[in-house]
Structure formats: structure tokens, C-alpha cells
């Protein structure tokens, strides 16, 4: 039997994105008064950072929430199309 090789971190990382996306607000409180796509910081600070540093959102370190990119709605998209795929059977 072969062995799968599963990144967990890559998992974990995916959901959070995806979860941040399914539960973010818009806030048009932005400096150039544009709409800003916000989610609450209620995840590990492990992935958020990952996230930040792919550019998927922004944070600041005193906000209670990020602001994801334009960039990181295109991959939740993504993300929820692919866990969609794999639930479409039940």
C-alpha cells in the first residue's frame, strides 16, 4: 500500500483562507475609501502569518482583523470550489 503524503499545514493553511473568506464583512473605512473585504482574526497566528506572507491578507498587528487581498479572494474561490468538488456526492 503506498503511503499518501499529506501536508497538513497546507490543509490547515487552505481552510483558514477559505473560512476567513466564508465569514468576512465589507468595511469601507479604508484611508483611500475603498471597500475592504475584512474577517476577524479568530484563527492560529501560525497560518495567519503564512497567509500575510503570500500575500492572501494583510494584517496589522494591533487590528482585530485582516483584510484580504485581492489575490487571496481569488484563491479562497478556488479552495471552496475544490472542497465543494469533493463533497458534491453527500
Known sequence: MDEMNINYDEILEELTLLMLYLTSFRDNRNLKGEDNLRAWKGYPFEFLNALDSKKFITQSR?????????????????IKEKYMEFWKDY
Request: aromatic share 0%; no cysteine; glycine share 12%.
Open 62 to 78: 494591533g487590528a482585530k482583523s485582516v483584510v484580504i487581498t485581492d489575490e487571496g479572494v481569488e484563491k479562497a474561490e478556488k
